[in-house]
């Protein structure tokens, strides 16, 4: 969350507000989904985000709204005293329990964390001062009106949960992720997991704390078991519901949790029976929670008329370059400089437009084609790197290229290989930048609906493209080159990373005898050194590592590809 | 006896095993072999159903690719599996008897036991897990043989083993196979299993790469220089 | 003198913890879930045992069905809820449970309502009394006495069961490695379903013997299972006989925090006994080495 996407929802709380104005039953649900909020947003941290499932989180809810309780009736210290003071509290019990507790692991801690929720909700019971099982009553509340104390909350919730998101994007937070993750990989960071879920733990602590407070002075009055056991499982089906790891889920959670119960008549079905049976269905059907599954709906939906807007105006634009017919299908090609040809295949999602840089090569024509499906070039139905790879065989052959050096970047790289090892006589030299290997190159099944998700949101897209070229700082050509995928045949999204899985040329690499370069760059995440070297062990190349880019050296740095490449050529 | 047909494991999106398909006669010994990683542990889990898999298995001419662990262990498949797995906090004794669980006659069958491994008879009211690792490894043979096999897989019997042992291992093998059992070997040591093999899988990153006579695949160059290290 | 006395109520009271903890480890120990819904499916068990007992008038019968219902609901809860989950996460397994757990007590709720009911000891009569010394005298009721014998029997039972019965190895066995337990034909989704029943029926037999006291209330087992946790932990979570023995230190503790000091504060006593344990010996009180399953 950053300051504006703050700043919206709390203008979207307040505008709620004044459409609720006169409806105080209203408000305070509302003030109370804020308030477990909270307390779930603190929660998230400590079980969603490191990892460490707490059951007794209405304990630090517990001690925050006794302690403001207890300092304005006896003191009648102001409400900003207070809540220092329950803050203060929270975090040195947080850090009290945490201490021993957070040396033990998964059901050992529940355990734990459920005794001190237990044992500290019987504490309160206990003593007389703060009324026993009955409770305190008569709290001086924030304000008259209702709408104040919901403004109040709403503002602390906003505040809080922008803090999270600090919190969370900062060194700690990554930390936290790590020691979640795994702790023996944390430990080999250097990070102490102990010290990391301790400092988590605290933080959540304060969260219930603010949280019991504000409780405290909107309701006006406690009892222990308003902060026991089913508080805390309560608090904990809200993040689980909602979505752990989830800035959001907390939110979420709460209006299920929270807001639920008053949509049900009272007394009917009882709440513990509809959240349990919540709780099982999401860890069972759901893990991930609500939030997760809206962000999927917005990412597949939200994004979808946009990017086809995007597309549709951008395929009309014109293009400098020509066409040339290939089995009857039209292909969009540019073509540059005078001598003998180099023909450069452009990867998945790409275009004629990656090699835009490098297409000026001294003393060479280099011709630049959009491959079939991609681009401008005409669609075709049967993906796959062969069939492909005929095209361009077609395309030399309308051309009159007799013989050219093939450059393939990724996707290209197949195409490329395919083209040199089935028709070695068509190409005198191969360059294969960051190209899929020659056995395939299998995409993890989980990956294609986030492919598939690609066709609608050009901001998922763009950053997708530019993880694949960390180096790139040309923001014109990244924005240009996001257009340019948002062109490719809509099943191409999928089906391109399909083909990438079927192929082998292991064998067949034999028959190709005339030298290859292969250039990688180090940062690539795609295509690792292995796989490189695995590519190269039956042909007759090299293989060129460059320190300081990705997936794209292409656009990352084109100077230097043109250097490696011209050395090349004229060997 | 066996026949396995396109037998794949995955482990979420780990390919352990490909397709791959092998058979095992009545009464032969056949050895997989491969480097580490290859798959072999991951395709004996699959015919002894201790983790889910993808393909048909056929034990007589019986189609029992939808039978559980213990209904194949029911049907005379055992497993003996790598690192032992004995129980450690169980006695000896215990533990053999468990190798009875489903099959065998623990009276019959703890006589032999003991006598092919003697050491076991002294240590038989011990906890397992305060045996060596050797005599767990016996232990781990010996359970396996408690049940009775019709087929007997073993996947490295000999880790950690002292060549004695080891010997006295592949002899006991070569002995069962006489008396009509078969055999699928999973051996580290390529060389010594093939001797007492009729036929090897040569299994690589999931795959059979090649098959053949044992006999041949140790006079074969390629494959001694490729696979076996010799 | 008072302290004898504590310890004599303490031990029925203990051992009735320790049978908790006893169910909690034998799950804990073979399948690796900590049963969250432990209490509770005692409690629901003890109102089936309410409802038998008000339609039949016979109590060993209500007890039969509870404690049968008990080994029924441990099968069911293993088959549908947890074998899905089994592989996948420790937290996975722990929310469930303690989804069964707000489950069992909402259907509780609306099945019987939230009033208590009251519920028959087994044996009524005068308390035993024996008299020591001057003016010592020591009192022992009937019933506490029955639950002692029975609860000790019972864990009798259970450890011979399962150290010299067949399924009862194999139950051992499937707890130290599940793969060495398959390869054996040991049926382990069998196993673990009848490692629940059993564990869940303890927990309904100390449902049924301790609602006297506590009456049959959807909330009645709550305090219950923290206990058995504690005597589990004092025990140490990896030994049966551990959980008995801790569930009976426990017992006296308890009475003796509650003579000397004041029974408000008994529980949270106890609970900071339960940190404290796992903070700085997480494998109890007897135990040489923590196993540290998760
Ligand atoms: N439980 C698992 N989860 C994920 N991957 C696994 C798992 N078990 C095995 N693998 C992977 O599957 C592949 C095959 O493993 P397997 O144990 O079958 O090999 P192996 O041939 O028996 O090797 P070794 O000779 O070392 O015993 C390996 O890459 C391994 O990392
Ligand atoms: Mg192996």
Redesign the pocket.
Known sequence: MNMKKALIVLIIGVLLGVLFINKSFLLMIFSLVLIYAIAATGLNIVSGFTGQVSIGHGAFMAVGAYTTAAMAMDFGTPFYINILAAIVLAAFLGFLIGLPALRLKGFYLAIATMAFGVAVEQLFAAIEHFGGHIGMRNIPRFFESDFYIYLLNLVFFVVLTYVASLILHSPVGEKYKMVRDSEVAARAYGIKPSRIKLNAFIVSAIYGGIAGALYSHTVGYISPPDFGMNTSLNLLSMIVIGGMASLEGGMIGSIIITGLPFLFSRGNIPMTLIFGALLIVFVLFFPQGIAYGLKLLSMKYLGRPWALLVRKSWSRRAEDGKYVTVNGKKIFYRQQGNGPAIVMIHGNFGSHRWYEKVSSIEGYTTYIPDLVNFGKSDRIDNVSIDTYADFVKGFMDQLKIEKAVVVGHSLGGAVSMSLAFRYPQLVSKLVLVDSAPVNGLVTPEENFPVLEMMKGNVSLLRNSLKGIMPACEDQKILSEVVKDALLMKDECFSENARALSRYDYTELAERYKNPVLFILGKKDMLITHDMAENTLKNLNGRLEVLDHVGHSVILEDSQLFKKLLINFVNL | MLRVENLSVN??H?K?VKEISFEIKSGEIVSIL?A???????ALFGVSAVVKSKGKVFYKDKDISGFTTYQRVEKGIILCP?NRRVFSGLSVEENLKMGSYLRGNYQKNIETAYRMFPILKERKKQAAGSLSGGEQQMLAVARALMSDPELLMLDEPSLGLAPVIVDQIFKALVELKRSGMSILLVEQNALKSLKISDRAYILETGRIVHSDDAKTLLNDEKVKKSYLGI | MLILQSIILGIPQGALYGLMAFGISLIFRTVGVMNFSHGNAGMFSAFIALTVFLLTQNLLLAILCAVIFGILLGFLIEKFLMRPVKHLSHGGMLIITLGILMILEGLAQIIWGVNPFSFNELVSGPPLMFTLGEDGLLILPLNDLLITVISLGITILLAVFLKVTKVGIAIRARSQDEVGSKVVGINTNMIDGLVWGIGISLSALVGVLIAPKTTVTPTMMMNMQLYGFTAGVLGGFTSLYGSILGGIILGILEKIVGIYISPDYQLTIILLIIILMLAFKPSGLFAKKFEGRV
Do not use: D, F, I
């Open positions: 482990y979420g780990v352990a491969g580490n990683g290859a798959g072999k542990t991951s790598e």
